[in-house]
């Protein structure tokens, strides 16, 4: 197997001869948020370019998240719900909501073409350079320089964002910040929990003997307490695309680095008479999957990509690596290990990569699912409130109706107990999203604006960070952008009655009707059942 070809970062020479980019509106990523800001804008006169960090689009939702974590479907509209139906008519039905990583890339290359949108590939991000409140320019590291009057970040990171100096933050702030319920460090949530005393140490009963790989703190006295903030993040992952088909699936490769001990953790849980690392495996069309992560210890790679937003691309190379080594690895050991019960290894066997995707990366996902990126501090900040209904806002640009749902933070020993923290997934009903939460203060930045690092809380973001509403926000940002460039104004002074009007007319879902539902605990847990995005 090859995967000389899979990374998140490859150094490029400076070129010779760099080109000067010059457009309307200049979009910093081609993620999904990217590309619907990008189809909008052209629709309302506006000329644009994509500058994209990698060599591929559509983000994760081109990359193996193809089991769609939409929550209520008459929420979305717009261009998220043009996708929807694009993918209905490649799979010659009316809307499709589970999709194969090559139909979603399809559909976003079709966009990009019919709406003659440039993509310049391998664009790192090196320098922005900002006069009186504005994004003049932004340098790549390859030398080529983009110049717009308008700029949107459309990246998981935020590291335009970042380099324009606006003010963001990294991490879980604490409850007290926002007067949030949900925020911080949080024990005592029952999902995705070790069902049965599993014991951290390499020697069992000796913790002299040292913890098992996997397990990050030891130390009571960094715990913390209920609703503390910290820098820590939820854990990334790889949605891996499997086949059971004979024609079209390939063995898990041994991957290189490879360590069984990474896995002893999981294996001493197996042999406890838990196994359900492979149980979130929702099926797609053709025979495929998105294998996600569930249980204890499964796909997240639990603490071990703190360094991801504020480090260096090298750094960021470095943590890709080791996520795609991880699990591949674990498919490779739950498959040959002999340790593992031999039903686990055959059920485990049964799968493969598929053949027909991710060809040039060796039949793996290009894009590390990045859950949660830097955030940007504005004037007005998403939190739990307005999740839960108890604040209301006057400005929507598209609603939110997935669960608040962060993944596990950090992995950790407890009286001798190994326990996992961080994860909560509370049942919501839809809401809206305020335009004031995607672009910064008017002192920090007058022509930016940023639908996937918007404004939010930790918390409020692990239900906002749906691929779907990504695309609600993106489609938002373009149509802002454009009524900004038409009416020379900044972002700031952009009359929201013509944007809810202009939007309206594309549309897009901007309030929600109490009526639709009876019980939203009830809805989410039919819609979902034990799925976490």
Known sequence: MDFSNLHYYVPVKKSDNPHMIERDLVIYGSTPAGITSAVQAVRMGLSVAIAEFGRNVGGITASGLGATDLG???????????????????????????????????????????????????????????????????????????????????????????????????????????????????????????????????????????????????????????????????????????????????????????????????????????????????????????LNNHGAFSTDNIGMNYDWLEGDYETRERIFQDHFIYDLGMLYFLANDTRVPKYIRDEVSQWGLAKDEFKETGHWPHQLYIREGKRMISDYVMTDNNCLGNTAIEDSIGLASYQMDSHHCRRVVINGRTYNEGDVEIPISPYPISYRSIRPKSEECTNLLVPVCLSSSHIAYGSIRMEPVFMILGQSAGAAAALAHKNDTTVQEVDYQALKNELENASQVLDWDDSIEDDPVARMEATFGENQN
């Open 72 to 290: 209520a479907k008459e929420a979305i509209g717009g261009l998220s719900r043009e996708f929807y139906r694009e993918l209905g008519k490649y799979y010659q039905t009316d809307e499709q909501w589970t999709f194969e990583p090559k139909a979603a890339r399809y559909v976003f290359d079709k966009w990009l073409s019919d709406h003659d949108i440039d993509v310049f590939f391998e664009q790192h991000l090196d320098k922005v350079t900002c006069e009186d409140g504005e994004i003049k320019e932004i340098a790549m590291d390859d030398g080529n320089v983009y110049k717009g009057d308008f700029f949107i970040d459309a990246s998981y990171e935020g590291d335009l964002l970042a380099k324009a100096g606006i003010s963001y933050f990294v991490g879980r702030e604490s409850n007290a910040t926002y007067k949030e319920k949900y925020n911080g460090v949080q024990f005592g949530h029952p999902h995705h929990q070790f069902e049965q005393w599993i014991d951290p140490y390499a020697v069992e009963g000796y913790p002299e003997s040292g913890v098992l790989p996997g397990i990050t703190e030891t130390s009571h006295e960094t715990l913390g307490f209920q609703g503390q903030g910290d820098k820590r993040i939820q854990a990334y992952n790889f949605r891996i695309c499997l086949t059971k088909d004979p024609e079209n699936r390939v063995p898990y490769p041994k991957p290189p680095n490879y360590s069984s001990s990474r896995y002893l953790l999981l294996l001493r849980y197996i042999k406890s008479g838990v196994w359900d690392a492979m149980k979130l495996h929702t099926m797609l069309p053709n025979g495929k999957t998105d």
